[in-house]
């Protein structure tokens, strides 16, 4: 028996041995210093897997490196730590790119045809010039979704169906909160931008998007996806098919500006329709898994602390407009009106505490792949295949940035006169050339379903307490994740006379952007 033991643990340091060496000796001296963990490659692989981004925050305040290499069995993935090195990372967007992880995340993640996939593959980093699917695709998008006429549509519909979930709420209701603003956010983002055929309509793709949702971790690393990530396809399949029939009845045509674009943009790049509506089922992820978590922790920071609560109430009351109209049994009452485009001027801690949740809650990371061998900042080698990441935790965490009290929620921390913090190191919305162009229409659909929220009702919990809530089954690609667990409350109309029954919710003049990103403010 010992002598098996004693064979084992030779067998073991050899291999351990053997590891450390392949390391040390595969390592670039001008490459950015390696983090060591106690095993080699398999140490990181653990940490990785059990800890999530947490485990970037750790490995920062562990080595206080401004970048580092992690080594995994194949590759190679280099941590930045230092703001100052993201706009080197944003800079060099041809060495350091992100099209060639867009394409193959639409691969995997929405099972397109051979035929589509050689059509992302085309010249996906440009690598030929500025032209083909992938190049041309993203200044397409961003042009769509862009502060303007467009953007002013599909607010106009957000702010209709948000209104009629408000209207629906009147009288004491109880309800799971997250269930809640999730229906009423999925709604109102889907029909903005599909249309009256939104096949969101459908109680049954509704249901499967968030069936689809668990398995994406497994679809994108392509591990086993029929077995581990069955129902996750099976909802795929379900909600492409609607979206084929969808786009057979023409109906992007009576949908937002976005959706038409992408279908044109797919079209003239000779996508066959049932790679459009794959890719469509891709893109439901980005309209939803951030704008639904994003507006569910607002409502929650709000209603659990009295204080924020007032000081938003009180910034918002100053923009209503009042004036007495009639309604249809001929009584008088009051119509009051609130204007989305005042509120994002005249309402700077309601700002401040969308972007503090964002500050607090984005477990993203944004990736960029390493074409060629590449110095970054004159300093560091970056060596082809490997992977570039900015890990937002660990910016949204740094003491210099933001403060001791880095670890408070702090709803007044974005304002103009607080602190001011280095605009690259809020990362919410990503940044570069790949920054999130939903931005505009997200932000102004969080504070309109949050401004609403507490001007009409006050949202108690059943149980009494607001209770603190856990993030930890969220997957490593989600960028804001949801809370673990529901909350019971009850929402109670704060005007009990049903004096002001009427509302009107204005949205014009997308044109003045909010200062969102670093991008933003320039
Ligand atoms: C609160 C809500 C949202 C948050 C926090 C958010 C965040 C992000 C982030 C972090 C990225 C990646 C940026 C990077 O890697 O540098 C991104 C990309 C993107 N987002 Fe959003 N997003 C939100 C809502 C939306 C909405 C509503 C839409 C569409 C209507 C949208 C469309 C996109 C698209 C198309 C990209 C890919 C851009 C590219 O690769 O160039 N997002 N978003
Ligand atoms: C935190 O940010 C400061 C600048 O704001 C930077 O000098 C420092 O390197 C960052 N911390 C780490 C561990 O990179
Ligand atoms: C929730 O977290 C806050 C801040 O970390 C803490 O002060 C409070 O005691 C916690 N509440 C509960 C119920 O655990």
């Known amino acids: 028996m010992s002598n098996v033991i004693a064979v084992l643990v030779t067998g073991a340091i050899v291999i351990y041995g053997g590891l450390q060496f392949l390391l040390h000796h595969t390592q670039d001296a001008k490459e950015p210093p390696p983090a060591y963990t106690a095993i080699p490659y398999l140490g990181a692989m653990i940490g990785l897997s059990r800890k999530k981004a947490k485990f970037y925050?750790?490995?920062?305040?562990?080595?206080?490196?401004?970048?580092?290499?992690?080594?995994?069995?194949?590759?190679?993935?280099?941590?930045?730590?230092?703001?100052?090195?993201?706009?080197?990372?944003?800079?060099?967007?041809?060495?350091?790119?992100?099209?060639?992880?867009?394409?193959?995340?639409?691969?995997?993640?929405?099972?397109?045809?051979?035929t589509a996939n050689d059509i992302l593959d085309t010249n996906v980093n440009g690598e030929e010039g500025d032209w083909?699917?992938?190049?041309?695709?993203?200044?397409?998008?961003?042009?769509?979704?862009?502060?303007?006429?467009?953007?002013?549509?599909?607010?106009?519909?957000?702010?209709e169906k948000i209104s009629g979930s408000m209207d629906r709420l009147e009288g004491e209701k109880t309800v799971q909160l997250l269930e809640f603003v999730k229906h009423e956010i999925a709604m109102a983002s889907t029909d903005s931008v599909y249309g009256r055929k939104n096949?969101?309509?459908?109680?049954?793709?509704?249901?499967?998007?968030?069936?689809?949702q668990p398995g994406i971790l497994i679809l994108l690393m392509n591990i086993f996806p029929s077995l581990l990530a069955k129902d996750s396809l099976e909802a795929r399949e379900f909600m492409t098919r609607a979206f084929v029939r969808y786009f057979e009845q023409s109906g992007h045509l009576d949908g937002s500006e976005l959706i038409n674009t992408r279908f044109k943009h797919s079209t003239e790049h000779k996508v066959p329709v049932e790679d459009i509506a794959r890719f469509e089922v891709g893109n439901t992820i980005g309209i939803l898994t951030n704008t639904v978590p994003g507006s569910f922790w607002v409502v929650y920071h709000l209603f659990s602390n009295p204080v924020a609560l007032a000081e938003c109430r009180e910034e918002l009351s100053k923009?209503?407009?009042?004036?007495?109209?009639?309604?249809?049994?001929g009584e008088t009452t009051t119509l009051r009106?609130?204007?989305?485009?005042?509120?994002?001027?005249?309402?700077?801690?309601?700002?401040?505490?969308?972007?503090?949740?964002?500050?607090?809650?984005?477990?993203?990371?944004?990736?960029?792949?390493?074409?060629?061998?590449?110095?970054?900042?004159?300093?560091?080698?970056?060596?082809?295949?490997?992977?570039?990441?900015?890990?937002?935790?660990?910016?949204?965490?740094?003491?210099?940035?933001?403060?001791?009290?880095?670890?408070?929620?702090?709803?007044?921390?974005f304002l103009p006169k607080e602190r001011r913090h280095n605009p690259v190191s809020f990362r919410g919305f990503g940044g570069g050339t790949t920054l999130c162009p939903g931005r505009h229409f997200a932000s102004t659909e969080i504070l309109t379903f949050?401004?609403?929220?507490?001007?009409?009702?006050?949202?108690?919990?059943?149980?009494?307490?607001?209770?603190?809530?856990?993030?930890?089954?969220?997957?490593?690609?989600?960028?804001?994740?949801?809370p673990d667990s529901d909350i019971e409350v009850k929402i109670t109309p704060r005007d009990q006379k049903g004096k002001f029954s009427k509302w009107r919710i204005l949205v014009t003049d997308s044109d003045k952007a909010m200062p969102l990103a670093a991008e933003d403010t320039q």
């Open 450 to 482: 949050a401004a609403m929220l507490i001007l009409r009702f006050d949202v108690t919990p059943v149980g009494g307490n607001w209770v603190n809530l856990t993030t930890n089954k969220a997957d490593m690609w989600e960028a804001t994740p949801m």
């Open 199 to 212: 096949p969101f309509k459908d109680p049954a793709i509704e249901e499967r998007f968030w069936k689809f």
């Open 319 to 329: 923009v209503i407009s009042d004036v007495p109209t009639t309604v249809d049994n």
């Open 337 to 413: 009106t609130i204007d989305m485009s005042q509120v994002k001027v005249s309402c700077p801690i309601l700002l401040s505490t969308l972007q503090e949740v964002l500050r607090v809650h984005t477990v993203g990371i944004s990736t960029r792949m390493v074409m060629q061998d590449h110095v970054l900042d004159g300093k560091y080698l970056l060596k082809k295949g490997g992977t570039v990441m900015i890990p937002t935790p660990v910016h949204h965490t740094n003491t210099s940035t933001w403060g001791t009290d880095v670890h408070e929620f702090n709803h007044r921390r």
């Open 132 to 159: 083909g699917y992938s190049m041309t695709f993203y200044k397409r998008i961003h042009a769509a979704l862009a502060p303007g006429p467009a953007l002013d549509a599909m607010n106009r519909v957000m702010a």
């Open 57 to 114: 925050v750790e490995l920062r305040d562990k080595h206080d490196l401004p970048i580092y290499t992690i080594r995994l069995p194949g590759s190679r993935l280099y941590i930045v730590n230092s703001p100052s090195l993201i706009p080197a990372v944003q800079r060099e967007f041809k060495a350091l790119a992100f099209p060639p992880i867009a394409a193959n995340g639409a691969k995997t993640v929405c099972g397109s045809s051979k």
